[in-house]
């Protein structure tokens, strides 16, 4: 069995230092236990956000895949099934059951398994809490979208058309860009080069936003709140572009236009809705196979590479849900 390892705090960006390859023999599995073998795994943003809050150096990096049961002493899963598990950045784990999570009865075979790490996984509920019991967007409403062609954003974007939305889109790069419009986002523009962003967001919808889906954080927002119209809602999902600060960012916090605009602004964290993952999951699956939800992959081959999946991924190299194949 090998595990990565967080050999050393991250400090700013993560480095090809901070990890190191750990090999183990495994016990067989006692009664009531089951022996996982991954298949996909799972590169996430909260992975760096979290390295400090759960995390001790040495500690096997956190983190959910799609795995197979190998060998299995425990009845609920049988040999050949497979579940999402949060195992870490593992090839192989002993489990008693605890926290497994089978894939749904219904999938169907031509649908990728490792789609339960991204459209129809965490990211997929992520984007379904945001736009339904957090921002509440009604039809007819504009909605703008950061890291939009990421895992979580590229669902917020389609979920809000399906809706009735206008949907602005912004994300990393022309390619991105283009990825937007084809998903069939209204509006869609490349931050790194647009320029001025006030001038971007106002040249997308002139009349202002209704709800914007914030997975980025940082100075940037502060000029997406200037745009919002009058009692706007804001959902904070993410904060990406501060994760790697060895500092918090200080500065204004915006009350006043907060005020002005009477907005309302909410974090969430999708653990909050845990009691509906199933149905949610549900509602996705149903949305992918009726081709209302394209899901694209950026797929990184072999377990060694996973330090550099994760790298890339914060880096913005992905277009859709950064995932590892065994
Ligand atoms: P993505 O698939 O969107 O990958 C991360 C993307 O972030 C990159 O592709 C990159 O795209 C963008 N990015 C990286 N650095 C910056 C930066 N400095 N400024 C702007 N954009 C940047 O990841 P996810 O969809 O998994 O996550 C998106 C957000 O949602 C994250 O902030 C994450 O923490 C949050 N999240 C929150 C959850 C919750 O419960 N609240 C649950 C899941 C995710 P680009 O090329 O466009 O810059």
Not at 18 to 43: H, M, Q, R, T, Y
Not at 150 to 178: E, L, R, T
Not at 294 to 316: D, I, L
Request: proline share 5%; aromatic share 8%.
């Amino acid at each position: 069995a090998k595990s990565w390892v967080m050999t050393k705090y991250f400090d700013g960006f993560p480095k090809k230092s901070n990890f190191g390859l750990k090999v183990e023999e495994l016990p067989e599995p006692k009664d009531g236990e089951v022996l996982l073998e991954a298949v996909f795994l799972s590169v996430d943003p909260y992975m760096r956000l979290f390295s400090k809050i759960s995390m001790k150096e040495g500690d096997v990096m956190i983190g959910s895949q799609v795995a197979k049961v190998i060998q299995s002493k425990h009845p609920g899963f049988p040999v050949g099934s497979h579940v999402v598990s949060n195992s870490g950045w593992r090839t192989h784990t002993l489990s008693d059951g605890t926290g497994l999570t089978p894939i749904l009865p219904e999938w169907p075979k031509d649908v990728s398994l490792s789609l339960a790490l991204g459209a129809i996984g965490m990211p997929g509920v992520t984007a379904v809490y945001g736009i339904e019991d957090v921002l509440g967007l009604k039809e007819g409403e504009t909605l703008l979208v950061n890291a939009a062609a990421g895992a979580v954003g590229s669902v917020v974007g389609q979920i809000a058309k399906i809706k009735g939305c206008k949907v602005v889109g912004s994300a990393g790069s022309d390619a991105k860009v283009v990825f937007l419009k084809e998903l069939g986002f209204d509006e869609a523009f490349n931050y790194k080069t647009v320029g001025s962003l006030e001038e971007a967001l106002r040249k997308a919808s002139p009349e202002g936003y209704d709800c914007f889906f914030e997975n980025v954080g940082g100075p940037s927002s502060f000029i997406v709140l200037q745009q919002m119209k009058n009692f706007g809602r804001i959902a904070v999902c993410g904060s990406i572009s501060t994760y790697n600060d060895s500092e918090p960012q200080t500065g204004l916090y915006p009350y006043v236009i907060m005020i002005i605009k009477e907005l309302k602004m909410e974090g969430f964290l999708i653990t909050r809705w845990q009691h509906k993952h199933p149905e949610t999951l549900r509602r996705l699956l149903a949305w992918v196979k009726e081709g209302k939800l394209q899901c694209r992959e950026h797929v990184t081959k072999g377990f060694e590479n996973m330090p550099a999946a994760f790298m890339g991924m914060m880096r913005g190299e992905n277009i859709g849900k950064a995932v590892v194949a065994v």
